[in-house]
């Protein structure tokens, strides 16, 4: 553990902001997949920084936890960084890259390729809870259509996306129904992570901060994937294995390598892309470090 | 028409009023309304016609008076008194609303396809093929050509966008249509083609409408019964073509006479 950051509370908010977050998680993992209104406070983050995510992670946070954050499956971009390292200093829990060891895992937009297990808990953060927002811009008809289970709108989206494209479009932030009862938007995950919300057995929760809302999946919850009886859900598949680690039946990125139409793909969980490497699995673009690259990142 | 022969009243409205403050909206209306019947509502703005219009399809509350309404499962229900789900519920699946404007009937941003396939997603369609072959089908029946089936109804013209309104209210195949002026702002041919389609599907289908108008003449070629309203007040009721040959209220006659012989 770290040194604490005097002058701060622990884990950045005050005891009383974290009871009200507290209280509206709670909340919401009783009504799974409701969006639970809080009184979002101002973080030392722009929106769209993660700053639900950033709350609801500080709400959870004990000084046993260890936390990892990812930014689009990665460990080391920018977002991530920068808020591990404000837990660091705020909270002086301990973090890592590794998935199996995290308790806390803030996420923007993927879930890790390893398996989430009981007792963890994975914190997405969301731009934008409400799936129905752009077809139904008015929050007092969309809060009635929640409360009437009225979501033929839905369909109506994902209809347009078949007539338009031939099957259904939507990569991410893909529509899901949790426990037979609320719509939700699982913030922009790629649908290929829809499945692992499914029955999961970590919680699941949601944080909004400039929408000012939460909501939760708690373990072991149906979460089904919208679509059409002959049109079923599909999630997204991938021609090639991992360029390094050959990893198949994973979430891959594509980088582009020049402008002469290069292109590898490779993990977006760079974590389990890592872990398989050291292994010993080789992807056909892996190559060797040249000898002055030191093999262990400092730590 | 068997429906026609069905002898218990579609809706029955019982002294209707609304009153905003102190002004009067409408004031004792009562009328019938059976299955396979058009009726026309017909008074110069400020009448209370659009009022009534709420106040039949829930859109406003009533301050007194009631509208009861028997179900497809036949019991006769008070609609102010059906929670806001069943109201909603009837709203989108045995009634349907026309309004004068298309723009307020119509999701403009998304295809005519989904436009008239919405309500029966929102009934529980889970099918494409069957909601695309059904709003192929409501398409053609408002003659709309099926290559324009993928288009945003932003790229209809007043006529078609108007026509697609009501393949999007009948496709639930309702009992009941609500009619806001749905010619207005129309011109005089396609005013005169719109008339004949609704002629045909109303005819058709056995639906029951009320249809709020200002133009006699859509009330000549449409309706069965006619309702003359003044200020908040039904003045004149009766068959259409006896109100207008031969009207009674020294209103009516003037409303009659004043339209412009060509």
Known sequence: MTTLHPGYNFAYLDEQTKRMIRRAIL????????????????????????????????????????????????????????????????????????????????????????????????????????????????????????????????????????????????????????????????????????????????????????????????PYTKVVSLDFEDHPFEVNKFDKPCALCAAEGVYLDEVILDDAGGRMFVCSDTDYCETRRAEGHRGEMLGEAPAFVSREPAE | MSALTDDLPLLTVDRLGKNYGSRIGCRDVSFELYAGEVLAVVGESGSGKSTLLSLLSTQLQPTAGAIRYRMRDGSVRDVFELSQAERRFLMRTDWGFVHQDAAQGLRMAVSAGANVGERLMAVGDRHYGNIRHAALDWLGRVEIEADRIDDAPRSFSGGMRQRLQIARNLVTNPRLVFMDEPTGGLDVSVQARLLDLLRGLVADLGLSVIIVTHDLAVARLLSHRIMVMRQGRVIETGLTDQVLDDPREPYTQLLVSSVLQV
């Open chain 1, 27 to 218: 909340k919401a993992v009783a009504i799974p997949g409701y969006q639970v209104p809080f009184a979002s406070r101002e973080m030392p983050m722009p929106y769209g920084w993660g700053t639900g995510g950033v709350q609801v992670t500080a709400a959870i946070l004990g000084e046993g936890d260890v936390l990892k954050v990812i930014d689009q499956g990665s460990d080391d971009t920018t977002n991530a960084v920068s808020i591990r390292k404000f837990f660091e200093k705020t909270a002086g829990v301990e973090t890592t890259t590794e998935t199996a060891r995290a308790t806390v895992i803030q996420t923007r937009h993927r879930i890790p390729e390893t398996a989430l297990q009981e007792g963890q808990t994975i914190v997405y953060q969301v731009p934008i809870p409400e799936p129905l927002r752009f077809l139904e811009p008015r929050e007092t008809e969309t809060r009635t259509m929640h409360g009437l289970e009225e979501y033929g709108l839905m369909h109506v989206k994902l209809y347009e996306d078949i007539a338009t494209h031939g099957h259904i479009a939507t990569t991410y932030a893909y529509p899901v129904k949790v426990n037979g009862r609320y719509l939700m938007d699982p913030s922009p995950t790629p649908k290929f992570d829809n499945p692992k919300m499914d029955m999961s057995p970590a919680l699941q929760l949601f944080g909004a901060g400039r929408e000012k809302r939460i909501y939760a999946i708690p």
